[in-house]
């Protein structure tokens, strides 16, 4: 007992003489003139999600001939705004299956599917336009992939098709935002 009574007595006075006072020295206005609140509603992401209704969606691409090739859906519905978590699945199995799911403004499915095949696999068949509002990753024959985006606000009727070149005139539907 006699033992820590003595380091309290030499440890407190050395820790007091230690600290330094900013308001003595004028440290403190330097300092908070230097601050600024970086935690601010502006800087807030706007993609936030965290409120936003889930529809989680599976679409899965059929058939090992430019003859068979077919989504095994041809409507997909969301609620206007909701998150969604698309799982993509490429059930191919011979290698020139390779599939993605793009999804286009009202109309413009054809536009973009053939947009996609002058942009080529080094842009992942997907071309850099406002029509596109989401585009998943090419999937190889047995792959799934998934994805997620934010469905339109504006209720209405979109596309979505595959952009690989000569499977988006068998490979499109339409995506119900109510």
Not at 61 to 72: M, P, R, S, V, W
Request: hydrophobic content about 40%.
């Amino acid at each position: 007992m006699k033992s820590k009574l003595i380091f309290t007595a030499l440890w407190l006075p050395l820790m007091l003489c230690s600290c330094n006072q900013p308001e003595a020295d004028g440290n403190l206005a330097k300092v908070a003139g230097t601050l600024s609140d970086t935690a601010t509603a502006s800087s807030a992401p706007l993609n936030d999600t965290t409120l936003l209704p889930i529809a989680e969606v599976t679409l899965r691409a059929l058939g090992n001939t430019l003859e068979e090739i077919k989504y095994d859906q041809d409507t997909l519905e969301v609620k206007a705004g909701a998150h969604v978590k698309l799982t993509f699945v490429n059930e191919g199995t011979d290698m020139p299956m390779v599939h993605n799911v793009v999804f286009t403004t009202p109309g413009n499915v054809e536009p973009v599917a053939l947009a996609a095949a002058e942009v080529g696999a080094s842009g992942n068949y997907v071309p850099a336009s406002s029509a596109v509002l989401a585009a998943s990753p090419m999937a190889l024959p047995g792959q799934t992939v998934e994805m997620e985006f934010t469905s339109p606000t504006k209720k209405g009727n979109y596309g979505f098709v595959c952009t690989y070149p000569e499977h988006w005139n068998k490979m499109h539907g339409v995506l119900v935002v109510k």
